[in-house]
């Protein structure tokens, strides 16, 4: 479970500990919360405290499941990060850093954990997407293609690997208020919050896309419509998108709250 140091993958965490017979191998950065987090669950937990983009992290993980009896059932990819900006602002680096924790990071970890995977298939991928790898705004454009193309990687996995009994899944959330992701100003009116979910909303998605065996979930389900809009009614959404209306959906990472909190 990657991504277990907070928000919706310390929700799944959580949620998965609940099911009989789990082991959990937690992973991310934050090596006290990874530790407080196995310690509270009520299954059996390790943890690897890993930056994902490091050279030698797959690696690293590979290794713990070996330790734990090198089985594996579920790898669930849901750590991920967001920097809001126009191209013109943040340019080419900021594409990069995206493409490198929200897409590099989970295919090298995939290539690495995957002869486990098929050897104690039946198991499961879930890939935690975006609504935004199905629809792309202003200033969100690097994360957009992040999540596009685990998109466009995880379809052509999932072909791939079901003769193998590796089920591979997409979850796309919506709006989800987390520490990476505050969605401030949707909090803040009645009309926005209703588009908000919970991360034990997306961690239920999670486990239905996983060990459920559904390719495909949003959450909220609705979201569905966005991106058959995209398809649809590609000049609407452009519009809607490029007016007023969308102003509220502007302001979604951790970086810009704390841009907007400090004035800039
Ligand atoms: N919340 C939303 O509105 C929303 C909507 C759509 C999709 N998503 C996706 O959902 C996933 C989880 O996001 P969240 O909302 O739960 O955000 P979050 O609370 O900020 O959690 C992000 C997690 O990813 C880990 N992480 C980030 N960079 C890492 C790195 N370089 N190496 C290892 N771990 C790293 C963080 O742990 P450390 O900092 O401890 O490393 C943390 O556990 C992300 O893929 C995100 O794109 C979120």
Known sequence: MTGASSGIGLATARRLAREPGTELILV???????????????????????DLTAEDAPARVRAAVQERGDRLHLLVNNAGAAWRGSFAETGYANLRRHM????????????????????????????????????????????????????GWSDALHLEEAPHGVHVGVVLPGFVPTEGFPATELREK??????????????????????????????P??????????????????????????????????AEAADSDDGR
Request: proline share 5%.
């Open 28 to 50: 991310a950065r934050r090596e006290e919360r990874l530790r407080e987090l196995a310690e509270s669950l009520p299954c059996p937990a390790g943890w690897v405290a890993v």
């Open 100 to 151: 490198e924790i929200n897409f590099d990071a989970v295919a090298r970890l995939t290539e690495a954990l995957l002869p486990t995977l098929r050897r104690s298939a039946p198991s499961a991928i879930v890939n935690v997407a975006s609504t935004a790898g199905r629809v792309s705004r202003a200033r969100s454009g690097a994360y957009s293609a992040s999540k596009f193309a685990l998109i």
């Open 190 to 219: 009645a009309l926005t919050r209703m588009m908000l979910s919970s991360p034990e909303r997306v961690a239920e998605a999670i486990c239905q896309a996983g060990p459920g065996g559904r390719a495909e979930r949003y959450v």
């Open 221 to 254: 389900r609705a979201y569905a419509l966005a991106g058959l809009s995209r398809m649809l009614l590609p000049g609407v959404v452009r519009r809607v998108l490029g007016s007023g209306a969308a102003g509220s959906l502007t302001t979604s990472t951790a």
